[in-house]
């Protein structure tokens, strides 16, 4: 399969491309989340890197398809297609439900190589932190006013009905998939983690965040921001200025 194939344009975005990037990151969106929420990291990162964005099934335009509401399937998936894509040096990024796809991908390059060169995770506890939050199954109503508490739409949207029940499969089935999964507290990746997180994050405490730290037989770095669940979209150019400084120190350049 090429790296131009109807199945790696399905699944990978690809808003900024290069022609001879030096290294690849890939970003895993949160629940209900599309790809396009990584869009500003594809135009603002300076560095030569090919910015992979995942777009999952049941979204904008693959609203058609079913969600895939089994996480393990879902990394299975994607690593996949990504071992079919030419080799660079990996970093991973993802934020709450990404968080943990971004790790399980980790976690299937550890183990079939090569490993990736960074994971970087956002809004999200550790992995084997496992709250029985039930969100997948509460009725319709119950769901959105889940996404309204978070605070990650906005505000036109979530008070468009149409647009919302519209995204209701996908949102239970990311639910589903998150809420189910089970990590072992022994799993662990090569790669450096550096975790994100909001001081205000009702989804996740400092104390849960550090619990990353357990699963890296390498570094380990926390950064705190202002804000709540997407303290991303308010630290946009702190997060990119981050993102610069890894790519920076794994050598790629900057410019084009």
């Known amino acids: 399969m090429s790296q131009h194939s109807s199945e790696d344009s399905l699944w990978f975005r690809r808003y900024r491309p290069h022609q001879d990037p030096a290294a690849r990151l890939v970003c895993f969106p949160h629940a209900g989340g599309a790809a396009s929420f990584f869009r500003p990291v594809s135009f603002a990162l300076r560095s030569r890197v090919d910015v992979i964005a995942v777009q999952y099934p049941a979204r904008q335009d693959r609203r058609a398809e079913a969600p895939i509401d089994d996480l393990l399937t879902l990394a299975d998936r994607i690593h996949g297609l990504l071992r079919e894509q030419p080799e660079l040096p990996l970093t991973l990024?993802?934020?709450?439900?990404?968080?943990?796809?971004?790790?399980?991908?980790?976690?299937?390059?550890?183990?079939?190589?090569?490993?990736?060169?960074?994971?970087?995770?956002?809004?999200?506890?550790?992995?084997a932190i496992h709250r029985e939050e039930g969100v997948h199954q509460r009725d319709d109503e119950g769901l959105l006013a889940e996404i309204r508490g978070l605070g990650g739409s906005?505000?036109?949207?979530l008070d468009d009905e149409?647009?919302?029940?519209?995204?209701?499969?996908?949102?239970?089935?990311?639910?589903?998939?998150?809420?189910?999964?089970?990590?072992?507290?022994?799993?662990?990746?090569?790669?450096?983690?550096?975790?994100?997180?909001?001081?205000?994050?009702?989804?996740?405490?400092?104390?849960?965040?550090?619990?990353w730290a357990q699963h890296t037989s390498g570094r380990f770095d926390l950064r705190v921001f202002e804000g709540g669940h997407f303290f991303l979209t308010s630290n946009m150019d702190a997060i990119i200025e981050h993102l610069d400084r890894h790519f920076e120190t794994a050598g790629v350049g900057s410019g084009i």
Not at 105 to 127: D, E
């Open 154 to 157: 906005a505000a036109e949207i």
């Open 93 to 127: 990024f993802g934020h709450s439900m990404g968080a943990i796809v971004a790790f399980e991908v980790a976690r299937r390059c550890t183990a079939k190589g090569p490993s990736p060169v960074g994971l970087f995770v956002s809004g999200r506890r550790g992995p």
């Open 162 to 211: 149409e647009i919302m029940r519209a995204a209701l499969p996908a949102l239970r089935g990311d639910y589903r998939a998150v809420e189910t999964y089970r990590c072992p507290p022994e799993a662990t990746v090569h790669c450096p983690i550096s975790v994100l997180t909001g001081e205000d994050d009702p989804k996740t405490t400092l104390d849960e965040a550090k619990e």
